[in-house]
């Protein structure tokens, strides 16, 4: 595995002349189209999304991306194309398009809990397919993208970073371990949210006006993050500059541990790999 900041393999230019088609303007599909644009490295021009009804996505089309609900309109000649569905879509979604699509095409899934095997035989072509997960935070350039790849189209692996990197950290990682991936980096999201949630609920209680309790319990999950990127530590480490014997700190640590944050924060994540893990199988049976 190895996680990577953006690439300076491609030129600047490169990026900005490159045509990607995002099927499914849902939440991800969204934030990728919107990530990919914020960077300055690809142009909303050059990016096509789809969805059923695709009035809402008439902000988008007035940011300058293509929008249509037409999916064989929206993959043909396209060198990229982002497969942004739900996984009891992917079967009908690839019926559709799969006599538009040429093997010179790359198709890259962020679908959950489908492989790369089940997308390669619903298509029926010998085109390379790449695995990848990104989460939310794509549209602000702050994704933790996992990507893998079965080792005929390894070597399109570089071209998917491409993509991903402009628009966070990226990771390689075997497709066996994509749905914990998902549960870690995808879910993982709402866990890291639902905790500043409780923090600032905290702030609250103690003394401060909503507002400014979320404000800060925000901005201190950032600096935690942070110090553990930036100071290549692990999370004890940072740990222990705070803690003092009898101290605050410590007080407060053990009373979440009496309660068992760390176990449900454990078995959350757990429990999310689990289920991510039968979403199309469950779907298709």
Known sequence: MNASQPTDNFTTSELATAKVAIIGGGNIGVALAKGLAGSGNYQAANITLTRRRATKLDSLASSGFQITDNNRLAVSNVPVIVLAVLPQQIKGVIDEIKDELSDSQLLVSVVSGVSIQSIADLVGKDLHVVRAMPNTAISIGESMTCIAALKRSKAK???????????????????SQMTSATALCACGVAFFLRAIRA????????????????KMAAQTAKGAAGL?????????????????????????????EHHGFSSAFIKGITTSALKANGLYEHEES
């Open 157 to 175: 692996i570089a071209e998917v970073r491409k993509l991903f990197d402009t628009v966070g950290i990226t990771m390689i990682i075997n497709e």
């Open 199 to 214: 923090a600032s609920q905290g702030g609250t209680e103690i003394e401060f006006h909503a507002t400014e309790a979320l």
């Open 228 to 256: 553990l990127l930036s100071n290549n530590t692990h999370p004890e480490d940072e740990i222990d500059k705070v803690t003092s014997p009898k101290g605050c700190t410590i007080a407060g640590l053990n009373q979440m």
